[in-house]
């Protein structure tokens, strides 16, 4: 590829001002069908259980919404869901939806007229709506409320386990000790109770997406055979389901973004047509911004042309993401979703107990920290490991000793500090073991190390390590046809949600592959070698055991030296201190391309320790990698800055 060519790539990612869509509110509309170009306006208040506060009051009075949405759910939230309710048959929901959500809002948002939907229910969305329904009565308010059930598969588990299923990424057997298990429902339920009149929508268990996708189905009347309509509902859902993160929030150039202590929250209006526009309230922090929300696009994603969702096969690859100017803190428009038949199954994430896990988290001072670090942990299990051979438990089943401030994270990258190294560290010592009483010897032995080890070691943070079950993931698919998913409406059954299959298919899809060699061969060379981060934003995230980067480049000049660079495997020698392979000739790095917003997505299979709380390490869920890769130098290239000046 030559430099003229290069230069073709050239192009504005700015909108000239476009007049705003016509606002639709079926509910609210004059009749059953949206006019051409009507648009919807959704806010997303939560983005995980244990969101802020902040975002309620900020989206209710100053986002002009038609509905707004809470996505609480992750697998590990449904296990510790399943363990509240088997306390008391009133729990398993989160509690924040009722408490600090809705009950100090609940009047405005019915008087505005605002319909809310949430996966809040968990493990027991009819509690969460019972709760709900007692708020609302003190504030002497009539609310419809409806609920979706079916998701949970529980009561299945003695016929799942001997039907041969297997891990969809591990392949190992289905788990003896299954302790959650959750249908990944979709949009159509939801869509469904709105079109029944309900104010407010509670599910368990649906796809993040979901609660936004049904929200537009049922405003817009989309049918189930429109794929591309359906994929842009389905993306702007998957840009606004976690909240701040496409606002500014986790943004690779976070000094940019401003007042952090009242960024906003993300707002999508959507047009009948499916065009999206994010936005955010006025007067909010944050950023809306090509590279804000370009992060969140490639956030936990595999294939990008293989999206799997109960409602859509999506193809995000060629989505394009173009700034628009005169929003107050930005705004972008979002185009360019594809879509295809969905599968014919759900996706199901379970969890199993495997043993129990404790973690000492220990700072220390002085000269040499860091090898005071390292022998204390050291030192603490080779006292429980002899206390264990006297009382006759087994073994570790697993250690994780890291040196916070050691970049121990880093393997063979980290920078390593003249005159030995850094005067603060903080220990970290994980331990697995199938045994709860073994773990609570380690637990005893860790304050000791204070008196009788290194110097310095001024604590132990949160007292005493709590010893807690290991939850593993476990993912499988599951008929649609044999779920039974059921409506109800202000604590009455209404109807059996009948799922149509007619247009589903179970057929493996070719996608032309990737255009390397041919526009990568060509590629003039130079001198110059520059830090990732000088060409790019990334981010990183998880799904199970499995960690995705997402890179995208800064400028559509940049992209091809990303290919050409960026491979799978340069990745997996990156990171290799962090893979575990389980066959020797594995490959463990896939790269995917989007070329619409110039990027490229590569997951890493095996990354993450067991991810979630299976995980022994810091960073669980792979939060840091992206930031890692930053410093990958890439080498042997012309100025590129020049080209863009």
């Known amino acids: 590829m030559s430099f003229a060519a290069l230069l073709r790539l050239r192009r504005p990612r700015l909108l000239r001002p476009v007049p705003r869509p016509q606002r639709w509110n079926r509910r609210r509309g004059s009749g059953c069908e ?31 919404l038609d509905f707004l949405v809470f996505d609480y759910l992750s697998e590990i939230t449904m296990s510790l869901l399943t363990a509240a309710k088997a306390r008391s048959p009133v729990l398993g929901y989160a509690p924040d939806f009722i408490s600090t959500a809705m009950a100090p809002y609940i009047k405005d948002i019915h008087r505005k007229g605002i319909r809310v939907i949430s996966n ?102 989309w049918n189930r055979d429109e794929f591309d309509l359906l994929a842009a509902g389905s993306l702007a859902g998957h840009l606004i389901e976690c909240g701040a993160q496409c606002t500014g929030g986790i943004f690779t150039d976070w000094h940019v973004v401003p007042d952090w202590h009242n960024i906003g929250f993300p707002i999508v209006e959507c047009s009948s047509e499916g065009d999206l526009i994010i936005s955010k309230p006025p007067d909010t922090g944050g950023l809306i911004s090509f590279g804000t929300v370009a992060e969140q696009l490639v956030y936990e994603l595999g294939n990008p042309q293989r999206y799997l969702l109960p409602d859509v096969t999506c193809d995000f690859s060629e989505v394009s993401i173009t700034e628009i100017p005169g929003f107050e803190g930005g705004a972008v428009k979002v185009h360019g979703a594809k879509g295809s038949p969905p599968s014919t199954f759900y996706k199901v994430g379970a969890t199993y107990l495997d043993g129990f896990r404790a973690t000492a988290v220990c700072p220390v001072g ?26 006759g438990y087994e073994d570790y089943s697993a250690v994780n000793i890291q040196v916070l401030g050691s970049e121990d994270t880093y393997g063979p990258h980290a920078r390593r500090s003249i005159d030995g190294g850094p005067r603060e560290a903080v220990i970290w010592l994980a331990v697995h073991h199938k045994q709860k009483e073994a773990l609570e010897i380690f637990s005893k032995e860790i304050a000791p190390a204070g008196a009788g080890m290194a110097p310095g070691l001024t604590g132990v943070i949160g007292g005493r390590p709590r010893i807690s079950p290991v939850l593993k993931p476990f993912f499988f698919r599951y008929p649609k046809s044999n779920v039974q998913i059921n409506l109800f409406l202000n604590g009455q059954y209404v109807e059996t949600f009948e799922e149509d299959l007619t247009f589903t298919s179970d057929e493996a899809v070719s996608f032309d592959p990737p255009r390397i060699n041919s526009e990568l061969k060509d590629l003039p060379s130079g001198h110059h070698t520059y830090r990732l981060e000088d060409l790019a934003y990334t981010r990183s995230g998880d799904k ?32 290799e201190h962090l893979l575990e392979r389980e066959k020797p000739e594995e490959e463990l790095v896939s790269r995917y391309e989007l070329p619409g917003i110039h990027a490229l997505n590569f997951v890493l299979k095996n990354s993450l320790g067991g991810g979630g709380i299976a995980s022994l390490r810091s960073d669980p869920q792979g939060k840091a990698l992206g930031q890692m890769l930053l410093d990958f130098q890439i080498k042997n290239v012309p100025d590129l800055k020049s080209l863009i000046e």
């Not at 949206?34 to 986002?63: H, N």
């Not at 000269?367 to 603490?380: C, D, F, N, Y």
């Not at 199970?544 to 997996?572: D, F, M």
Request: glycine share 12%.
């Open 34 to 64: 949206p006019p051409a170009g009507a648009a919807v306006r959704i806010g997303c208040a939560s983005g995980f259980w244990g969101d802020t506060a902040a975002a309620v009051p900020q989206l209710l009075y100053g986002g002009k």
């Open 120 to 221: 809040a229910g968990g493990i027991n969305p009819l509690a969460c709506a019972a709760a709900l329904q007692e708020v609302a009565e003190k504030a002497d308010i009539d609310l419809k409320i409806a609920v979706i059930t079916g998701d949970d598969l529980m009561s299945e588990k003695e016929n799942l386990r001997g039907a041969g299923i297997t891990d969809l990424e591990s392949g190992k057997p289905f788990p003896d000790s299954v302790h959650s298990m959750n249908v990944y429902l979709g949009a159509r339920p939801i869509s469904r109770a709105l079109d029944l009149g309900a104010d407010v929508v509670i599910t368990g268990r649906c796809v993040d997406s979901g609660i936004v996708l049904g929200a537009l189905i049922h405003s817009f009347g």
């Open 366 to 391: 002085g000269p040499k920290a860091v090898q005071k670090g390292k022998l204390t942990a050291e030192s603490i299990l080779k006292r429980t490991r002899f206390m264990f051979s006297q009382l």
């Open 544 to 575: 199970g055991n499995s960690a995705n980067i997402g890179v995208i480049a800064r400028h559509p000049l940049y992209y091809p030296y990303l290919k050409k660079t960026l491979t799978a495997q340069a990745l997996e020698n990156y990171f």
